[in-house]
């Protein structure tokens, strides 16, 4: 069975800063790996899709990895604002049921003025 | 293109009642899914239909949870009677698949639920 850790489960750091979010999943053998940002009461927006066959993805100030053969991805969030303020959840498809999600519990960031 | 609709956006009930959610997938898309998500928890998946068929029901509660695709479009999920841990954001979402075979969920803004 799938298992999709996130660390650090909250972080704060001051606007401007660069930072990191980190993923680990147990089963190497999956499609892709997404990046979810979740707003207090909304729903899910992907930020970045990358694919199995892929090492990265960037998009603005964004940039994730993948590492498949040891289970890791990371987040890279440069020059953080406050508006970054966000949970953002890891998600990993399930290879028993097709592109079912595997989501990690998110690491809540807050970027201070 | 119009993005996943779910109604109603809240809902309070008390432990046993019945309870009903809709959603409404974006137009052309064959894959629907419903996740749960407890606070502090990331969503679970509780069904997937592929058009008006389920693909995968594991982990959904099938004493008290039901769900229905009628038509291979718009999904209701209901539960009864409710518990007071199924307080969640119930979460829908719907998918393609691009010429290149990857798949992309898009997600509605979800029905949170509050059960007293």
């Known amino acids: 069975k799938q298992e999709v850790t996130q660390i650090p489960a909250a972080l704060s750091v001051p606007e401007g800063e660069n930072l990191v979010l980190n993923c680990s999943f147990t089963?190497?053998?999956?499609?892709?790996l997404q990046w979810f940002r979740q707003d207090p009461g909304k729903g899910l927006t992907s930020l970045l899709l990358?694919?199995?066959?892929?090492r990265e993805q960037t998009s603005g100030r964004l940039n994730a990895s993948l590492d498949k053969s040891s289970g890791r991805s990371t987040l890279y969030i440069a020059a953080s604002q406050p508006g970054d303020s966000a949970t953002y959840l890891c998600?990993?498809?399930?290879?028993?049921?097709?592109?079912?999600?595997?989501f990690g519990k998110g690491t809540s960031l807050l970027v201070t003025p | 293109e119009a993005g996943v609709a779910q109604s109603p956006r809240y809902k309070i009930i008390e432990k046993r009642q019945s309870v009903a959610f809709w959603c409404n997938p974006i137009?052309?898309?064959?894959?629907l899914y419903w996740y749960q998500q407890i606070l502090g928890q990331g969503p679970k998946l509780l069904i997937q239909?592929?058009?008006?068929?389920?693909?995968?029901d594991s982990q959904l509660p099938k004493d008290r949870f039901s769900a229905e695709r009628l038509k291979g479009v718009d999904s209701t999920l209901k539960i009864q009677p409710a518990k007071l841990e199924d307080s969640a954001v119930y979460l829908c979402?719907?998918?393609?698949?691009?010429?290149?075979?990857?798949?992309?969920?898009?997600f509605g803004p979800g029905t949170r639920l509050l059960v007293l």
């Open positions: 979402a719907s998918s393609r698949v691009d010429g290149g075979g990857a798949e992309t969920q898009y």
């Open positions: 089963d190497s053998a999956i499609y892709n």
């Open positions: 990358i694919q199995s066959s892929q």
């Open positions: 998600a990993v498809p399930n290879s028993n049921s097709g592109y079912a999600l595997n």
């Open positions: 137009s052309g898309h064959a894959t």
């Open positions: 239909f592929q058009n008006n068929g389920v693909v995968d």
